[in-house]
């Protein structure tokens, strides 16, 4: 097996997803073959990752994957020379779920992850506010938990060279290396909207800011000190016999149109590659450039994304807005995952209370015009066409609403907790979607 690390931090916001994609740039550049995970449910940073290794960055999400979607994806990580796995908020943030749920898997925390593959944390302290204080922060993270190894430490938002030098004094008692300190830098700053970052898609120029990113990493950080906190990659998942019985999202159709653009972005890597695996052919179409969906498919995904950020272009798409309906007609199963549910109904209502026409698919009308977020793991259950068991595991993460929503609930719902939320989305035969992004089959949940 290959050999990793993971990039954690203190808290949500402290620059975790620029330093790792630069690092992985940087480690590219030396000719290494890296891999790259994301812990969690995320769509976005994967795709900065991904870019950066010129490859595919993997969701590693231990709440809820079950143990063949996790085994095979410890395999694609440990195949590469060096896998650089990004954490999600603070090191020990993870699911909110019932006590002692899963002791196997915790509560699906970088903390967790890290134990699971038995790699080294590299924790990033954001010290833009802190002094000598940031010693008993990073004592803290470093003793709370005995089987997690922090390996090495990165300050970042670092003011001067007095302030570096206080930050590297205060820590030095505790015997733990610092792979540098970062200065604070506004150019080198991730735009963000309300999902969070501005996707990498629609960066312009892109490829040059990876490049100054790495630059910018390489001038500060002991990169050949880090590479020897690397450690082989040792996952304690064991289903080499018994993961070909575990139940996998079973692919939509046979063939199957997956809707790609900067409108249905969000799709887990995982869940395509296992739709191939099953034998499923996959086409890709865009819609705002106008194009349809084959007209053999016999399955139709519109993924998540941003369709209230492109609600007129949406609009105009009579020839898609027929051709779906043709397809639905023809027994077609279309399915469409938040954004991709909000285009599958009658209307959109944008953030200036403008009404947009979609697919008119659903018995549906939502709106951006108060957004309001919506957040968190769900427990999902269903009785419908979708070709899935019945219990999946998903989250949800929008600020749009329903303004109308006329039909039978697609799925019934709980969070991580256990407790009861509103039934979600719409299902009419082969027509269906909801707000929820699934992500896989838990079996016995």
């Not at 940031?134 to 005995?146: E, N, Q, T």
């Not at 991730?190 to 990113?213: C, W, Y």
């Not at 052919?281 to 139709?300: E, R, T």
């Not at 549906?364 to 108060?370: D, G, K, M, N």
Request: aromatic residues 8%; proline residues 4%.
């Amino acid at each position: 097996m290959g050999k990793g690390l993971v990039i954690a931090a203190t808290h949500s916001g402290a620059g975790k997803t620029l330093i790792t994609m630069a690092l992985l740039r940087c480690f590219k550049r030396q000719g290494f073959n890296m891999a790259a995970a994301k812990t969690g449910p995320d769509y976005i940073d994967p795709a900065f990752h991904a870019q950066a290794i010129d490859g595919i960055c993997y969701n590693y999400d231990l709440w809820a994957m079950n143990d063949a979607s996790l085994l095979a994806i410890e395999t694609q990580l440990g195949a590469a020379d060096m896998t650089i796995v990004e954490g999600v908020l603070g090191l020990f943030d993870g699911a909110i779920s019932k006590p002692n749920q899963d002791p196997n898997r915790g509560n699906g925390s970088t903390a967790d992850v890290a134990a699971r593959l038995n790699l080294p944390v590299i924790l990033l302290v954001d010290a833009g506010a802190m002094g000598q204080s940031v010693a008993a922060l990073v004592h803290g993270f470093v003793s709370f938990r005995p089987d997690i190894n922090v390996a090495a430490i990165i300050f970042n938002n670092v003011g001067s060279e007095r302030h570096k030098k206080i930050l590297i004094d205060a820590v030095a008692p505790l015997g733990i290396d610092v792979i540098g300190c970062l200065p604070r830098h506004r150019e080198l700053q991730l735009p963000s909207r309300h999902l969070g970052l501005v996707q990498a898609n629609e960066m312009q120029d892109f490829e040059i800011f990876i490049e100054k990113a790495a630059d910018y990493i390489s001038q500060h950080l002991n990169l050949d000190l880090l590479a020897s906190k690397f450690m082989s990659l040792q996952a304690k998942t064991q289903m080499v016999e018994d993961s070909v019985k575990i139940p996998r999202l079973n692919p939509l159709g046979q063939n199957i149109a997956v809707a790609k653009d900067a409108a249905f972005t969000f799709v887990y890597p995982h869940i395509l590659t296992q739709w191939r695996e099953q034998g499923a052919n996959l086409s890709f179409f865009s819609p705002l450039a106008n194009q349809l969906p084959a007209a053999d498919v016999d399955a139709v995904f519109l993924p998540g994304g941003y369709p209230e950020l492109y609600a007129s272009e949406l609009a105009s798409k009579d020839k898609l807005r027929y051709s779906l309906q043709n397809l639905a007609a023809n027994k077609a199963i279309i399915y469409g995952e938040c954004g991709g549910y909000m285009a599958m109904g009658k209307g959109l209502v944008d953030s200036q209370g403008v009404r947009h026409k979609m697919f008119d698919l659903l018995n549906l009308v939502t709106s951006f015009e108060q957004p309001k977020r919506h957040l968190g793991y769900r427990h999902l259950s269903h009785q419908s066409a979708l070709p899935w068991a019945a219990n999946l595991r998903g989250h949800e993460f929008h600020y749009t609403h329903a303004l109308k929503a006329k039909g039978h609930a697609l799925f019934k719902a709980t969070d991580a907790q256990g407790e009861r939320q509103d039934d979600m989305g719409l299902h009419d035969g082969n027509i269906m979607g909801s707000y929820a992004h699934v992500i896989d089959v838990r079996p016995n949940d």
